[in-house]
């Protein structure tokens, strides 16, 4: 790994600015995501930032099972984010697809429409295991930058 | 020939100006997230936040203006890097100066806002044109309380010129007491031009995204969030240079020390307010601007040219 390589990796091992989508949850991962952004848990300390816009979020946060009315536009959200770009399930039923799982209106878990970098479970995943969730997903940038 | 180059590129030129304003940022930051009873980011934060933005891809919208949209930070970027050479920092004398500089100054300034225009409009996006709209309208109610009072200052100094202002403040010991009120409706003015807090309408999160800069990323992003930090630097070392004319003479060591604790007073002043209020509807800070500072600056004027005829008979 070159120097630059290593400091590129340094850089967005250090500032994940995080977008968060709500893929059709029933609100309660919402809430603990947003709890994580709250001075008691503080998610700045380690450079995450809530945009407002993909363009600007390497991380998408995603909480809740995939509806079919959200599927594209879950998609487009994808393709609109620069690269390298990774998405972050958060909650069982995002993983997959928890109790709604065979549902009429529902996919199963985000992966079953777009790729998954790390899978948070839990219901609702605490901030805890978020911020648990994301710091490994970062540390495994450390290893194996992911190139595409 | 080496010097002016050394200058403009290291000292106190671009890269000083670089880590001056990442520092900035910091100390914005991190005051900001204390005063929320947060621990707020590490150091390196708004360094790694600049180089990860450099490793991005960059995506051009289809429909938005190729040339216009990739040119714009750049514009940004220089016109905020120049304007710097132009004010006082520590000590009486600028890099460069000139009789007229304090207009030059404040045009340099207001270069960027019209590039948040020009990048949101052909942006081509719903949001980053109502963002673009909104700073457009900002700049018309900030920018004539804010002019009106730094030139007030120059009218009491009777030059056009950055630096003979600060010979004339520091060769008359205290009479940038009557500067005050000038004082206080710049700084309240100037975090409109920075698009802080009560004053961040173009960029309102919660109502359009990022405002003019929803589809910027990567690299272009990169710059603007750069000279939006320049701009902080630049635009406090201005209100210092003009407003708070002490202890110029102390050499050039202790003189940046002196410097550099200014504008850590004058930062620490932005973010506080930051956390002090909430975000005003654009109609309240036109009102604001217009009913309430255009009038106080306008009196800051009119104090400013009768302590001038009584003073200098």
């Not at chain 1, 630059?4 to 949850?25: D, E, M, Q, Y």
């Not at chain 2, 919208?61 to 750049?74: G, I, S, T, Y």
Request: with cysteine; hydrophobic share 50%.
């Amino acid at each position: 790994m070159g120097v630059i390589t290593k400091i590129v990796n340094w850089g967005r091992r250090k500032s994940p600015w995080v977008l968060h989508f709500n893929t059709g949850a029933c609100n309660a991962c919402d809430i603990e995501i947003i709890a994580g952004l709250t001075p008691t848990y503080d998610l700045e300390r380690f450079g995450v930032l809530l945009k407002g816009t993909p363009r600007h979020a390497d991380v998408l946060l995603c909480s809740g099972p995939v509806t079919r009315q959200i599927e594209s536009r879950l998609k487009m959200i994808y393709e609109q984010m620069p690269e390298p770009k990774f998405v972050v399930a958060v909650g069982t039923c995002a993983c997959t697809g928890g109790v709604f799982k065979g549902c009429y209106n529902v996919k199963a878990g985000i992966n079953t429409v777009i790729p998954v970098s790390a899978y948070i479970p839990g219901c609702p995943a605490s901030p805890k295991a978020l911020i648990d969730g994301v710091t490994k997903l970062l540390n495994s940038l450390e290893e194996s930058p992911k190139k595409k | 020939m080496l010097m002016p180059i050394f200058n403009i590129l290291i000292f106190p030129g671009l890269l000083f100006l670089f880590f001056f304003s990442l520092a900035a940022e910091f100390f914005d930051r991190k005051l900001g997230a204390r005063l929320q009873n947060r621990v707020g980011p590490p150091w390196f934060q708004p360094l790694a936040d600049f180089i990860k933005l450099l490793g991005k891809e960059d995506i051009i919208p289809e429909e938005a203006d190729n040339r216009v949209f990739k040119l714009m930070p750049v514009f940004a970027l220089t016109s905020v890097s120049c304007a710097f050479f132009y004010i006082p920092l520590w000590g009486k004398n600028a890099l460069y100066s000139f009789n007229g500089d304090v207009v030059v100054v404040l045009y340099l300034l207001t270069v960027p806002i019209l590039t948040y225009f020009l990048g949101g409009w052909y942006s081509r996006s719903v949001f980053s044109m109502i963002g673009a709209v909104r700073s457009l309208t900002q700049l018309f109610a900030y920018e004539v309380p804010l002019f009106m009072t730094i030139l007030a200052a120059a009218l009491l100094a009777d030059t056009w010129s950055l630096s003979k202002m600060a010979a004339f403040y520091s060769a008359h010991p205290g009479y940038w007491v009557f500067n005050i009120l000038g004082f206080v409706i710049a700084q309240i003015t100037l975090l409109g031009k920075l698009e802080k807090v009560p004053f961040d309408i173009p960029e309102a999160e919660t109502e359009i995204v990022a405002g003019s800069f929803t589809e910027y990323s990567g690299r272009l992003l990169a710059l603007f969030r750069l000279s939006i930090n320049i701009e902080m630097v630049v635009g406090i070392s201005l209100l210092a240079a003009v407003f708070m004319p002490w202890w110029l003479d102390a050499g050039p060591i202790a003189g940046f020390i002196i410097y550099v604790l200014k504008v850590a007073a004058l930062i620490s002043l932005v973010s506080l307010l930051r956390s002090l209020f909430a975000r005003l509807r654009l109609d309240q800070m036109i009102n604001l601007c217009w009913r309430v500072f255009a009038p106080l600056a306008f009196l800051q004027v009119i104090i400013n040219l009768i302590l001038k005829g009584a003073l200098f008979k």
